[in-house]
């Protein structure tokens, strides 16, 4: 195998406010291997969109970015500096969640995607109506030769992220990067846009990156899952080594969110207690500490560093779930009734 497609090493993205310097991306480490599909999961604020927005050179001026990016050979921040030509949009493209934020109101949906082509590719207007329409069928558009001539407020939600879906494969990219993209959506338009997402990814060989906040999404999609917490990748496996043998306590915590396919379907989900953590002055402590039912004293010292198998199986946890050590800081929590940050836990609500 050769290099990998995307190599992102050692990013830090700080947001200067107000009231202090947000870290909202605290050294993030991955690769994606040419083809792949990988799922980069968190709750709201871990970093996920900021991420995404640095490997498309979309961060606010504001933004102090630190770290390597490499896409297919190319150095991408030194890219974004000397504004030489580029891939954005072209190799490397993203949709977002909320289909407007990418449509002009004004302009017909053709119209849309034959300017891409057009720039882009420097395709002919009549090139760029065909392609049009032929993006517009392979996205499952009904009556495409139609629909190239509407405007986005003629189409429903599932139509216009449809729409989006072809601006962003105009131009055949070699890496999509999905920023939960049917989020907008009724559950069953969501499952048929990720299922013409994977089938269009696989069709044409291009890599995938998905950004959800649902572990479920990821499941049967993903080759892999890297999980986010307060701007920091905490675990990364295979998906379903994740989902058979997480390490990481906020991992675990996330997958008793999601119904299992083995529990009947009235088990009760739970959610994660407490908050998301703060991320301007952050402690030097593992931040998911305060919920943590797995908590020691030294996770209260300093910050665990990625561990585990390199490229394989990694994860950032002093006391990981599913290990003899984890077991035994859960049994002794779980004896005392509580945690070394005052959370409060019973064996009920434990896996273990
Ligand atoms: N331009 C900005 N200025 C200041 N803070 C920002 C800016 N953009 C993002 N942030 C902060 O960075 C953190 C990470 O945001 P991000 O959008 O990456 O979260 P996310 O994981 O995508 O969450 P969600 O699931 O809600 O989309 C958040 O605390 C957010 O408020
Ligand atoms: S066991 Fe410690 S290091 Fe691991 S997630 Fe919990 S608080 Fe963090
Ligand atoms: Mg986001």
């Avoid at 700080?14 to 709750?43: C, D, W, Y």
């Avoid at 004004?106 to 057009?118: A, D, F, P």
């Avoid at 050590?325 to 859960?330: H, I, K, S, T, V």
Wanted: aromatic fraction near 4%.
């Amino acid at each position: 195998m050769g290099d990998p497609q995307l190599t992102v090493e050692d990013l830090y993205v700080r947001f200067p406010t107000s009231r202090g310097t947000v870290e909202a991306v605290n050294g993030v480490n991955f690769t994606l291997e040419k083809g792949q599909m990988l799922g980069i999961v968190g709750e709201s604020g871990s970093g996920k969109s900021v991420t995404a927005k640095t490997l498309m050179n979309l961060l606010p001026r504001t933004a102090e970015v630190d770290g390597n990016i490499t896409f297919e050979g190319d150095d991408v921040r030194a890219v974004a500096k000397e504004r030489r030509k580029h891939f954005w949009g072209v190799k490397m493209t993203m949709v977002f969640q909320d289909p407007m934020t990418s449509l002009n109101p004004v302009k017909r949906c053709g119209e849309q995607i034959t300017e891409t082509l057009r720039y882009h590719l420097g395709d002919d207007k009549a090139t760029a109506r065909k392609k049009a329409i032929d993006l517009l069928e392979q996205v499952g558009v009904p009556e495409p030769a139609k629909r190239v001539d509407q405007y986005p407020h003629e189409l429903s939600g599932g139509l216009r992220q449809r729409v989006v879906i072809a601006m962003a494969l105009a131009c055949e990219p070699s890496l999509l990067i999905a920023d939960e993209p049917t989020t907008a959506v009724d559950v069953t338009v969501q499952k048929r846009l990720l299922d013409l997402l994977d089938g269009l990814r696989r069709d044409r060989g291009m890599s995938m990156i998905l950004i959800t906040h649902d572990l479920g999404v990821a499941r049967g999609r993903c080759d892999d899952v890297a999980v986010m917490y307060g701007g920091r990748l905490v675990e990364r496996a295979p998906t379903e080594t994740l989902f058979a043998d997480s390490r990481h306590p906020y991992t675990e915590a996330l997958l008793r969110t999601i119904p299992r396919i083995d529990q009947p379907s009235h088990t009760r989900l739970e959610p994660i207690a407490g908050r998301p953590p703060e991320l301007i002055d952050p402690a030097e402590e593992c931040a998911f500490a305060p919920r943590c039912r797995y908590a020691q004293p030294d996770c209260l010292g300093t910050i665990p560093p990625v561990g585990g198998v390199r490229g394989q199986h990694e994860f950032a946890c002093f006391h990981p779930a599913n290990t003899e050590r984890g077991r035994q800081a859960l049994d002794a929590n779980l004896a005392a009734g509580q945690t070394v940050t005052g959370l409060q836990i019973q064996a009920n609500a434990g896996v273990n």
